[in-house]
């Protein structure tokens, strides 16, 4: 009831009457008034007056289970839902329950307590500012394909934020988001798999939105949408486009198992490209230049002589000459 309610007063533009809710509802006046009550204790500022009805005064940035169900447009994707005002790690509360939800089961929080980044790292993960999510998938593709997957995520975002505000972001290969030259999003894709048979894929997405204040030593590196574009971000809104183009961009990426529908896209978006790049790994650090991804999602780096390799994400790292990019 309580979201139907919200459903009634968000779509509004003035005052609603209780009569005209339960009219429109079928239910009683008791019951409208206590989903307004449920609404309120959630954080709504609902103004409410005799003669006149409810009225939703515009609440920015409310993240809670009522406007991620109000906001979420997809078909598939995040149609079960939990929200948590504070979790271990939305990737961990997918990996405890996978067993019992069906693929585009996605979890989110408002805060992490252990949120997890790549290589074992931490993802410092404050309350009330940020957007913390894992979406779960049961393709029916191989294993090896999965690892894709990460990018059709990272193109996602990118496109998500595009909808939302006026700024501009870019992709550093393989996944992690750009803004201002400073990362704003990270991606943490992991998996369950048998050699030939994948149970599950968690794509975890942690983008600082709202964040004003960064520990000194991330802030070389880091920064949020807001302080790249001065401006807050209604989180649930923000998540619900990006799931809208992830949606679209995996029914492509399903249909083909690579990237070719994407990849003109995602190389656009990609910052590295055409630039000088430090290809590190274990053996020795060779500098090329960025041609882009391929449809595989592998890095086709120019190194000297006009000698073509292609860089495959989790055996090297690359980055820029100058710093993080
Ligand atoms: C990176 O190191 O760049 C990846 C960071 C991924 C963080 C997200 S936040 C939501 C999800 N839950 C986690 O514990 N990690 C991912």
């Keep these: 009831m309580k979201q139907r309610v919200l459903e009634l007063l968000s779509k509004q533009q003035g005052f609603l009457s209780g009569q005209q809710m339960c009219e429109m509802l079928g239910v009683s006046r008791t019951a409208i008034w206590k989903a307004i009550q449920q609404l309120k204790k959630q954080g709504y500022e609902i103004e ?42 939305t990737n961990l509360e997918i990996a405890r329950r996978a067993q019992e939800k069906d693929h585009g089961f996605l979890v989110v929080a408002d805060e992490q307590t252990s949120g997890r980044g790549r290589r074992g790292r931490t993802w410092v993960s404050v309350e009330k500012k940020n957007l913390y999510f894992s979406l779960m998938l049961k393709p029916e593709f191989s294993p090896e394909v999965a690892s894709m997957l990460t990018l059709v995520m990272a193109l996602s975002v990118v496109q998500g934020i595009e909808q ?86 995996y029914e492509l990426f399903e249909k083909e198992q690579n990237l070719a529908s994407l990849v003109e896209e995602y190389n656009q978006k990609l910052i590295n490209k055409e630039k000088d790049v430090a290809v590190l790994s274990n053996q020795e650090d060779r500098i090329g230049c960025c041609q882009g991804i391929n449809s595989l999602g592998e890095l086709i780096v120019e190194f000297q002589e006009g000698r073509l390799e292609v860089i495959r994400a989790g055996e090297v790292s690359v980055r820029g000459l100058y710093g993080y990019v």
Aim: charged content about 25%; aromatic content about 6%.
């Design 48 to 89: 409410s007056i005799s003669n006149k009805g409810y009225r939703l005064i515009e609440n920015f940035d409310l993240l809670n289970q009522s406007e991620l169900n109000l906001k979420l447009q997809t078909k598939v994707l995040g149609k079960e839902l939990v929200f948590f005002s504070s979790i271990d790690s």
């Design 164 to 249: 939302k505000t006026s700024l501009d972001c870019g992709i550093k290969w393989p996944n992690d988001i750009v803004c201002k030259d400073k990362k704003v999003c990270g991606i943490l894709t992991e998996m369950r798999a048998e050699p030939d048979l994948i149970h599950y894929v968690t794509i975890g997405v942690g983008i600082n939105v709202n964040q004003e204040v960064f520990l000194e030593e991330s802030l070389m590196h880091a920064s949020s949408l807001k302080l790249c574009g001065d401006q807050s971000i209604h989180r649930a809104e923000l998540l619900a486009s990006i799931l809208n183009c992830f949606e679209l961009n």
